[in-house]
């Protein structure tokens, strides 16, 4: 199976800084990548997938690169709402799939 | 508007059985796999179970194999988990989810929350 490893699994930021979170993953998934955006006692919400390509409707201040096992997602300038928790997804083994930990973005 | 409505969760003892339901409106349920991803209390997302189209595929996470059922009724427009023997770890808000291709979770259901106690 293919685990996947998010970092930090928190972290504290002020609105207009520059945010990344990580994700690993324990093979090569190429870029069959996925990231959600989560907030309290809400469903999550596609921000990016395929590694990099911005759902409709997400803000361009989310981005996402990488490929492999190594996968970034970025804030360009944290925004108010955006504080919320960041799920990864692998794809790479369809129909099975498999959530990172999550990574908890906080007020500073 | 895509919709995705749960139904059907509530508190069962350990060892007991119950059946969620998800409702879908707003477009064409027979074309897509559906999914149930399901999260533990102050916990991370955990995927359960998916159905291909027509459903004559279906998987499992390890843990609910030979216990959790997936199935759907495409004239109703509607997807369902059938949960057998539960055990406490299966205490969590179930969602369904359409997986919009290749596994990518484009829309979701707003969630059931599944108590397992005695």
């Known amino acids: 199976d293919i685990q996947m490893t998010q970092s930090p699994s928190s972290l504290s930021a002020s609105v207009g800084d520059r945010v990344t979170i990580t994700c690993r993953a324990s093979?090569?998934?190429?870029?069959?990548l996925n990231w959600y955006q989560q907030k309290p006692g809400k469903a999550p919400n596609l921000l990016i997938y395929?590694?990099?390509s911005l759902q409709s409707g997400v803000p361009s201040r989310f981005s996402g690169s990488g490929s492999g096992t190594d996968f970034t997602l970025t804030i360009s300038s944290l925004q108010p709402e955006d504080f919320a928790t960041y799920y990864c997804q692998q794809s790479y083994t369809t129909p099975a799939l498999t959530f990172g930990g999550g990574t908890k973005v906080e007020i500073k | 508007e895509v919709k995705l409505v749960e139904s059907g969760g509530g508190l069962v003892q350990p060892g007991g059985s119950l059946r969620l339901s998800c409702a879908a409106s707003?477009?064409?349920?027979?074309?897509?796999?559906l999914s149930w991803v399901r999260q533990a209390p102050g916990k991370g997302l955990e995927w359960v179970a998916n159905?291909?189209?027509?459903?004559?595929?279906?998987y499992y996470v390890d843990s609910v194999k030979g216990r959790f059922t997936i199935s759907r009724d495409n004239a109703k427009k509607s997807l369902y988990l059938q949960m057998n023997s539960l055990r406490a770890e299966d205490t969590a808000v179930y969602y369904c989810?359409?997986?919009?291709?290749?596994?990518?979770?484009?829309?979701w259901g707003q969630g059931t929350l599944v108590t397992v106690s005695s």
């Open positions: 159905i291909k189209q027509d459903g004559s595929e279906k």
């Open positions: 707003g477009f064409t349920f027979r074309s897509y796999w």
């Open positions: 093979q090569s998934i190429s870029s069959y």
């Open positions: 989810a359409r997986d919009g291709g290749y596994g990518v979770f484009d829309y």
């Open positions: 395929a590694a990099s």
